[in-house]
C-alpha cells in the first residue's frame, strides 16, 4: 500500500538547546542556552494516539528547534511511542552531547 503524506511528522521534545551554534536558526528564538521549554509525556502521548488512529505510516522525526535529549521526559516519551506505534519508523537528530555524560 502507497503511503499518502505526510511522510514524516517532526516532533519537538525540546525547545532550546545546550549548544548556540552560529548557523543554527534557533538563535531567532534565544539570545543564549539555558531556558527551554519541554513537550509533556501527556502531549507526546496524544500526539502518538492521533498518528495511530489516523491511520498514518510517517516516520517519526523527534528535531526542530532545541535538542530532544534535554527532556527530562526522553526515555518515556521514546518508549511510549514505540508501544503505541510498534512499528513505525522513529528517528531522533541530536547534537549529541548530552550521551557522551
Known amino acids: 500500500m502507497k503511503q499518502e503524506p505526510p511522510f514524516s511528522i517532526q516532533i519537538e521534545l525540546t525547545e532550546g538547546c545546550n549548544l548556540m551554534c552560529d548557523f543554527c536558526g534557533i538563535h531567532g528564538i534565544r539570545k543564549k542556552a539555558g531556558y527551554y521549554n519541554f513537550m509533556s509525556y501527556l502531549t507526546a502521548t496524544q500526539i502518538a494516539m492521533f498518528i495511530k488512529l489516523s491511520g498514518w505510516n510517517p516516520r517519526i522525526e523527534f528535531a526542530m528547534h532545541g535538542e530532544p535529549t534535554l527532556n527530562p521526559m526522553l526515555f ?23 550521551l557522551l555524560k
Request: proline fraction near 4%; glycine fraction near 4%; charge should be positive.
Open 76 to 98: 518515556d516519551i521514546i518508549l511510549t511511542f514505540r508501544k503505541i506505534l510498534p512499528t513505525q519508523q522513529l528517528m531522533m537528530t541530536t547534537n549529541g552531547i548530552t
